[in-house]
């Protein structure tokens, strides 16, 4: 049998799993990409223990972990005051993590070893549309015509595969403004935590670690480092950003032989910090089914997944951004409860770490 022809659109870090995991099984994709160059945006910070243990055959996970931080505790505050500390390093399994690590060096870490196996990113490659035969799947790229066996498309949220497609991504959009800033900080207490500020009227804020001094400050409402409730020493500010958060998931991730993943199949709040790692496994997984000819089961595996994971998100992000006082009266009583109790904590970094 010959390999399939694949082309994966999109080099972000779903793309880059599934060129990764097809290179290295032996079939060698094409990828194309319409940024003109690597992205420097650090998205998503948290790479959790799944994604790790899928990314250790290519020994990506060993390189993410020469440079990631790995977050030891998880800190509640209530406004300013603390009021729960959980630690989240306690099992002893070395991915069993959080690994802190800007998006743009986890794809830098997914680029390199697909580099390395031989592979190639096609920057300033844009796809402006896709149609399929039962003998292939024709795209135009940059205006050029090419054949494919297979494609998947990996193209984010605004995914242009999936509107080829027509497949409806059915979902709403939250009213309100979040905002990011990426800072390095002289001076910042437990720099190796996960630290939330529990506010008034359903705002929170949370600082994560990226690197040694250097912080991701975001907020459920407009200027993220003014909403912060405690005084940080910010040398410089890399970043600062506000967005608008979208939560859909395609009707279907799957149409003949064109497939979706990553943001183009789901997207959702950060709550949680699951996009870019659900993003990981649907790619890793597609890899196999590529490989192993069993591809006609991959809507069925991973669409519940996904549902799931944005069924828990949203169910986290309206408990932390609650303005109801019975809510709120119930989130500060679990959090000073579970930090006094050990089956708790177990729980809790069994959720954290999506065990
Ligand atoms: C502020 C913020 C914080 C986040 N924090 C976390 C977190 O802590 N943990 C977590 O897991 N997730 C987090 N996320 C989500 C995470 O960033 C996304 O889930 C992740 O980037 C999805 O990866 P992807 O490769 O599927 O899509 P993308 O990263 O969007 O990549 C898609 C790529 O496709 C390219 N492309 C698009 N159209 C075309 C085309 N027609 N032709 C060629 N190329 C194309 C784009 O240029 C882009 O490079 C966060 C997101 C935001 C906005």
Redesign the pocket.
């Known amino acids: 049998m010959t390999s399939p022809h694949v082309l994966i659109?999109?080099?972000?870090?779903?793309?880059?799993?599934a060129a990764v995991e097809l290179a290295r099984r032996g079939i060698m994709p094409v990828v194309?990409?319409?940024?003109k160059s690597v992205?420097n945006?650090?998205?998503?910070?948290?790479?959790?223990p799944r994604?790790m243990d899928l990314l250790d055959p290519s020994g990506v996970a060993k390189s993410i972990r020469s440079e990631a931080v790995v977050f030891q505790w998880a800190i509640f505050h209530n406004r300013a005051k603390p009021m729960a500390f959980i630690q989240l390093n306690t099992l002893k399994d070395r991915n069993k993590r959080i690994f802190g690590l800007a998006?743009d060096r986890t794809?830098a870490h997914l680029r390199n070893a697909f580099i390395g196996l031989g592979g190639k990113i096609n920057y300033g490659?844009?796809?402006?549309s896709l149609s399929q035969n039962d003998t292939g799947i024709s795209v135009s790229?940059l205006g050029k015509a090419f054949r494919f066996d297979t494609v998947i498309g990996?193209?984010?949220?605004?995914?242009?595969?999936r509107e080829a497609l027509h497949i409806p991504f059915n979902g709403y959009e939250l009213p309100e403004v979040?905002s990011?800033a990426d800072v390095d900080v002289r001076g910042w207490k437990n720099p190796r935590a996960f630290q939330s500020f529990i506010l008034d009227h359903g705002g929170v804020v949370v600082v994560?670690p990226l690197e040694k001094s250097r912080f991701?400050v975001?907020a459920n409402r407009p200027h993220a480092l003014a909403s912060l409730p405690v005084p940080m020493n910010v040398t410089r500010v890399r970043r600062a950003?506000e967005?608008k958060?979208s939560v859909r998931q395609a009707e279907t991730y799957q149409s003949g032989r064109v497939f979706l993943?990553?943001?183009?199949?789901h997207?959702h709040s950060?709550v949680?910090?699951?996009?870019?790692?659900?993003?990981?496994a649907?790619?890793a997984d597609l890899a196999e089914r590529i490989v192993n000819g069993t591809t006609e089961g991959y809507h069925a595996a991973r669409y519940p997944v996904g549902k799931k994971t944005i069924k828990l998100s949203e169910h986290a992000r309206h408990i932390i951004t609650s303005t109801h006082p019975a809510i709120r009266f119930f989130l500060r009583s679990f959090l000073h409860t579970t930090e006094h109790s050990p089956m708790l904590q177990r729980r809790f970094v069994k959720n954290a770490l999506d065990l």
């Open positions: 659109v999109g080099a972000g870090p779903t793309g880059l799993t194309i990409e319409k940024r992205s945006l650090s998205r998503a910070v948290g790479i959790l994604s998006q794809e490659a844009e796809l402006l790229i990996a193209d984010g949220s605004t995914s242009t595969v979040w990011i994560v991701r975001i950003a967005f958060i993943a990553g943001d183009a199949a997207c950060p949680g910090g699951r996009g870019m790692n659900l993003g990981i649907d790619a």
